[in-house]
């Protein structure tokens, strides 16, 4: 990596520059100056716009916190460098396609696109990758399709059906977006669990039906746990009732989180299934390929995922915001989606 915290433009040789966010070591971020990068075949230029960041998966990344069993499949679709660092990660990144090679390339050229790039002024990705935005989206509502791609395939996991009793642990990124998809569907409850007050205000100003933890009703069908707690999937286990099924958003990284199932896990035949997005959901797999899945997750977002972006910061302020996301300080607890604006 190169001289830090350049502007992109013209280096003093005349050569374009770019910058791009790295996570160099455990708790430290930096914005470097690197070549814009150059499109092969089949591939194009996308000039970022707007990155979004995953809270829960990139604070595990800054924190150092990634397995290294798991570095290899945990890696973002089109990360530089690798896990756990120094590592270019991010995966929800909006920009407009300005170069590239063959007939796909062609017909993308000056389009706005979602890419699951990170936080880098440009990107270069296979034009196959690249999902124009539909009429009407916003670049900062469709920096939500990583996450509503991510409830799409917690949803078909799960199976849900008409008049199903739903329960969602965690008012995030991920658990509201699966509530707001889940939504959808004709249900006799649902519920989204949150331990802030001022979270579950927001559930409710959505139009859906937030709790606290230790209110919700019991005897659900389904339970989506997505807070990355044990808490949380504690109280998961709680509310599913007989028979029921738990799918697990959460990634915890290194974190070992200690769950009662010495209880009545075993006795009520509870069953815990891990969603996990690298790969598209076992009932849905042989059907559905992961483009198809993130472009029908892009298609889903409707205005109510707007209240899911809570700040805006430019990229150079990043290393600061990833700090204050990632050990916890109060002033940004109620981050939901922040946008890294790289114009």
Known sequence: MEELHQSPGTSPSGALRSRQYWTTAPGRGEVVS?????????????????????????????????????????CAPHQL?????????GYLNVGIV???????????????????????DHVVVP???????PDGCSAERALLAGAAETALNALWEAGISLGDRVTVIGGGM?????????????????EVVDVDEDRRQLIDALGLHAVAPGAAAPDSDVVLHSSATAAGLAEALRVAGDDALIIEQSWYGDERPQIPLGGDFHARRLRIIASQVGEVAQPRRLRRDRRARL?????LLD???DSLITGRSPLEDLPQVMDALAYGDPAWAGTICHVVDHR
């Not at 460098?81 to 990660?89: A, F």
């Open 34 to 74: 690197a070549p814009v990068p150059t499109p092969g075949p089949g591939e194009v230029l996308v000039e970022t716009l707007l990155s979004g960041i995953s809270r829960g998966t990139e604070s595990l990344v800054h924190r150092g916190m990634v397995p290294d069993d798991v570095a290899g499949i945990m």
């Open 81 to 89: 460098g690798e896990l756990p660092h120094p590592v270019s990660h």
């Open 98 to 120: 300005r170069d590239g090679e063959g007939p796909d390339a062609a017909a993308l050229r000056g389009r706005t696109v979602f890419t699951l790039a990170g936080h880098r």
């Open 127 to 133: 034009a196959q990758d690249c999902h124009p935005l």
């Open 174 to 190: 991920i658990g509201l977006s699966t509530a707001l998809l889940a939504h959808r569907i004709p249900l006799e409850r649902l």
């Open 295 to 299: 472009r029908l997750g892009l298609s």
């Open 303 to 305: 205005d109510r995922f």
